[in-house]
């Protein structure tokens, strides 16, 4: 990180996150980020000037198609792929994961292996354990070690052979919010001759993605937990995606990239709205006082991302740490990059939904539950408390939203503890 740059402008950035208006502390990030004002301004601008189908050869829909290109342009050095048809768009990472494993499934065979994590969203596991039942390969899973919290590589040299095919995992747990040495993982994959599939949704809006740089195979996560819109990326290495089948009409040949994995074709108003992020993130590396190019300012952004969110996070973090009764599920502290500002905890002999609703009542947004990561509470045996309780921060949160929290739970305990 640059500690030579300016600081990074909290009213500036809440100013272009119209949601952040009224006062409501947005502390549910991880479920849907808020959204900002840039991406809005060119859904509407494409909707009302651009609507026209592509592909024909008057002026309109010949501009119509050059925006989605630059769409695809953009999201590609966003992602710093090598090709802007390695960018495959969808509706969420749920969906994509789907499109993928169902692309993959001709080349599975029995005796084939395909490992996952227990911590991932579900979406990076069922479909390929519906894969592995359809194909009759075998599935494996990498588990969280029960004490340290952590996905353990000795563990995952122990489930490698030369018969792994895939290796399904998240970039960064959105219950632990520890984040994984991905391009360590993409290494060992590779040695036995796999691929790593990796899913970012709770990375993404915290660091820089750089999919060239994770060794991924594949790399996939959600614009709107990303401040933009309820749309979402799948990258592919070039030469894994031309191998995969075409899922579009028949004409649609297997070396139409990315439109082959794209059956309807993508969402035109929502890639276009996608700009809007990196418009914002080079506009603060430039206010940062950051140079270079347009991924040097981003990375600039993101690293004053990263300070604001840990000064935050450890707001938090202090006050549950000693806070009796209270135990937090993952890192207890922020340090040297390894977690992202999601923090989960319960409360012994307290139904997290308790905590919640009463934080509900002071225009507080948190949330409980399982996320979505159902097999990792259950494991955890965090069910009987109903879930965890989860705040999830974004760099646009504030000290003093963090401290009124901090106020709200501590008597929400209080309270229930003494009944």
């Keep these: 990180m640059n500690d030579t740059?300016?600081?990074?402008?909290?009213?500036?950035?809440?100013?272009q996150f119209p949601a952040l208006r009224d006062g409501y502390a947005f502390l549910d990030n991880a479920g849907g980020s808020a959204v900002l004002r840039p991406v809005a301004e060119r859904?509407?601008?494409?909707?009302l000037s651009s609507a026209v189908q592509l592909g024909a050869s008057y002026s309109e829909s010949v501009a119509a198609g050059e925006k989605v290109m630059q769409a695809r342009q953009s999201v590609a050095q966003l992602i710093n792929a090598q090709y802007p048809e390695e960018c495959v768009m969808g509706g969420s990472t749920t969906h994509l994961l789907q499109i993928l494993c169902r692309a993959i499934a001709p080349s599975i065979n029995p005796g084939d292996?395909?490992?996952?994590?227990?911590?991932?969203?579900?979406?990076?596991?069922?479909?390929?354990?519906?894969l592995c039942q359809e194909r009759g390969a075998t599935?494996?899973?990498?588990?969280?070690?029960?004490?340290?919290?952590?996905?353990?590589?000795?563990?995952?040299?122990?489930?490698?052979?030369?018969?792994?095919?895939?290796?399904?995992?998240?970039?960064?747990?959105?219950?632990?919010g520890s984040v994984n040495p991905v391009a360590e993982v993409a290494r060992r994959v590779h040695a036995v001759g796999g691929k790593l599939c990796v899913d970012a949704v709770a990375y993404a809006p915290h660091r820089l993605v750089d999919v060239q740089a994770s060794g991924a195979d594949y790399y996939v996560f959600s614009f709107y937990k990303t401040?933009?819109?309820?749309?979402?990326?799948?990258?592919?290495?070039?030469?894994?995606l031309l191998a995969l089948p075409s899922l579009n009409h028949f004409f649609i040949g297997q070396e139409v990239i990315p439109y082959k994995l794209q059956p309807g074709n993508l969402n035109y108003e929502l890639s276009y709205g996608c700009i809007g992020i990196s418009d914002y993130l080079v506009d603060i590396?430039?206010?940062l006082g950051a140079s270079g190019s347009p991924r040097e300012q981003m990375q600039a952004a993101f690293d004053a991302f990263e300070r604001q969110e840990d000064l935050l996070a450890e707001i938090l973090l202090s006050f549950l740490r000693a806070k009796p009764g209270v135990r937090i599920i993952g890192k207890a502290r922020v340090s040297d990059g390894e977690?992202?500002?999601?923090?989960?905890?319960?409360?012994?002999?307290v139904q997290s939904e308790a905590i919640v609703r009463r934080v509900d009542e002071h225009r507080m947004g948190i949330r409980f539950g399982?996320?979505?990561?159902?097999?990792?509470?259950?494991?955890?045996?965090?069910a009987p408390y109903g879930g965890v309780v989860r705040v999830s921060i974004a760099h646009y949160n504030s000290a003093d939203e963090l401290h009124r929290l901090v106020e709200h739970l501590d008597q929400a305990i209080n309270d229930l503890l003494a009944h």
């Design 285 to 287: 590396g430039e206010r």
């Design 139 to 176: 599935l494996k899973v990498w588990s969280v070690n029960p004490h340290s919290m952590d996905l353990l590589l000795d563990d995952l040299d122990r489930l490698l052979t030369p018969n792994t095919r895939y290796v399904a995992m998240t970039h960064a747990s959105n219950i632990l």
């Design 5 to 15: 740059l300016n600081a990074l402008d909290i009213d500036y950035v809440r100013s």
């Design 370 to 382: 399982d996320f979505y990561a159902r097999r990792l509470i259950e494991q955890l045996g965090l």
């Design 113 to 130: 292996e395909i490992i996952v994590t227990n911590c991932d969203h579900e979406a990076n596991i069922g479909p390929w354990l519906r």
């Design 43 to 47: 859904i509407s601008d494409y909707l």
């Design 339 to 349: 977690r992202v500002p999601t923090i989960s905890f319960v409360v012994e002999g």
């Design 227 to 240: 401040f933009g819109p309820h749309f979402a990326v799948l990258w592919g290495q070039r030469d894994a």
